[in-house]
C-alpha cells in the first residue's frame, strides 16, 4: 500500500525545502493581511505549507519577545 502513496503528498517536514529570506517576508506580510490561509500562502510561494507554518511560527516568537 505504501507504495501505491503520491510522493508528492507524502512528505515529512524535513522534505518540504527550505523558505528564502523573500519567501518568507512575503508569508508574513501576506498572512498579516489576513486574506489568505497557510494553503493559498504554500501554493503561491512555491513551498511546503508546513514551510510556512513553521516561518509563522518563528515569527509570532520573535514577535512575543523571543529570540
Same mark, same amino acid.
Given at each position: 500500500?505504501?507504495?501505491?502513496? &503520491?510522493?508528492?503528498?507524502?512528505?515529512?517536514?524535513?522534505?518540504? +525545502?527550505?523558505?528564502?529570506?523573500?519567501?518568507? =517576508?512575503? #508569508?508574513?506580510?501576506?498572512?498579516?493581511?489576513?486574506?489568505? &490561509?497557510?494553503?493559498?500562502?504554500?501554493?503561491?510561494?512555491?513551498? +511546503?505549507?508546513?514551510?510556512?507554518?513553521?516561518? =509563522?511560527? #518563528?515569527?509570532?516568537?520573535?514577535?512575543?519577545?523571543?529570540?
Amino acid at each position: 500500500m505504501l507504495q501505491l502513496a &503520491d510522493r508528492r503528498r507524502s512528505r515529512s517536514a524535513a522534505m518540504s +525545502g527550505k523558505m528564502d529570506e523573500l519567501q518568507a =517576508l512575503a #508569508a508574513v506580510i501576506l498572512w498579516k493581511s489576513g486574506h489568505f &490561509d497557510t494553503f493559498d500562502l504554500a501554493a503561491v510561494l512555491g513551498v +511546503g505549507e508546513d514551510a510556512v507554518c513553521r516561518t =509563522l511560527q #518563528a515569527a509570532r516568537h520573535v514577535a512575543n519577545g523571543g529570540a
